[in-house]
Nanobody, 123 residues
Framework: QVQLVESGGGSVQPGGSLTLSCKVS????????MGWFRQGPGKEREEVAT???????TWTDSVKGRFTISRASAKNTLYLIMHYLKLEDTAMYYC?????????????????WGQGTQVTVSS
């Protein structure tokens, strides 16, 4: 049984930082497309960042230079390191996995999803 459990969300002021974690069991993250998605109030879910089995990363333009996606293979854990947070980053953040050997994972459709962790940016 595949499980993805996010943690690390919280409330932060604009300009602050947070690191989200996604602990994965039942699936080896190095053999999957892994991604972070978010859904803000009244908005559709959007892909934030992905990392492929090859290590190739992608991200949406709005987080370029501020967010980093990474993985710790030994811990089978995915991370989203977020800096210079903005009000518009407020959302529920989800991690997702899709078993794949793709070179690049932009546009991935997750087979497995976590329950989400809330990030709130406010002054």
């Amino acid at each position: 049984q595949v499980q993805l459990v996010e943690s690390g969300g919280g409330s932060v002021q604009p300009g602050g930082s947070l690191t989200l974690s996604c602990k994965v069991s039942g699936l080896t993250i190095n053999n999957a497309c892994m991604g972070w998605f978010r859904q803000g109030p009244g908005k559709e879910r959007e892909e934030v960042a992905t990392i492929a089995p090859t290590g190739v990363t992608t991200w949406t333009d709005s987080v370029k230079g501020r967010f980093t996606i990474s993985r710790a293979s030994a811990k089978n854990t995915l991370y989203l390191i977020m800096h210079y947070l903005k009000l518009e980053d407020t959302a529920m953040y989800y991690c997702a996995a899709k078993v794949s050997d793709s070179y690049k994972c932009a546009g991935m459709v997750g087979d497995y999803w976590g329950q989400g962790t809330q990030v709130t940016v406010s002054s």
